[in-house]
């Protein structure tokens, strides 16, 4: 599986952006997608998880602000955020995972494939 992200940029404290991750391949639906992100000098923490089923998963970071969705006729898991700030400054990077169990969605270990990570800016 190859997976592209896509929807970065650089946005003022409070916009919405909406990232993608386009997936090759046929068995995307098999697929535990999750998305992750590293900021400046930080480690990778967990953002936003989607069963194969689409059950959603937060970090507490995100709750309520971001929302993850998949659309397996067109292989793309994507993100939604509003009311970022300048905290949501990182790179974030989609994962693919084939076998992972539900309480392990936000560990990255887990997955099997990441895509190259897409820079969002969020100035204050």
């Known amino acids: 599986v190859q997976l592209q992200a896509s929807g970065g940029g650089l946005v003022q404290a409070g916009d919405s952006l909406r990232l993608s991750c386009a997936a090759s391949?046929?068995?995307?639906?098999?697929?535990?997608m999750g998305w992750f992100r590293r900021a400046p000098g930080k480690d990778r923490e967990f953002v936003a998880a989607?069963?194969?089923?689409?059950?959603?998963y937060y970090a507490d970071a995100v709750k309520g602000r971001f929302t993850i969705s998949r659309d397996n006729a067109e292989n793309t898991v994507y993100l939604q955020m509003k009311s970022l700030g300048p905290e949501d400054t990182a790179v974030y990077y989609c994962?693919?995972?084939?076998?992972?169990?539900?309480?392990?969605?936000?560990?990255?270990?887990?997955?099997?494939?990441w895509g190259q990570g897409t820079l969002v800016t969020v100035s204050s």
């Open positions: 994962a693919a995972g084939a076998r992972i169990i539900v309480s392990s969605y936000g560990n990255g270990d887990q997955y099997d494939y």
């Open positions: 391949g046929r068995t995307f639906r098999s697929y535990v």
């Open positions: 989607i069963s194969r089923g689409s059950n959603t």
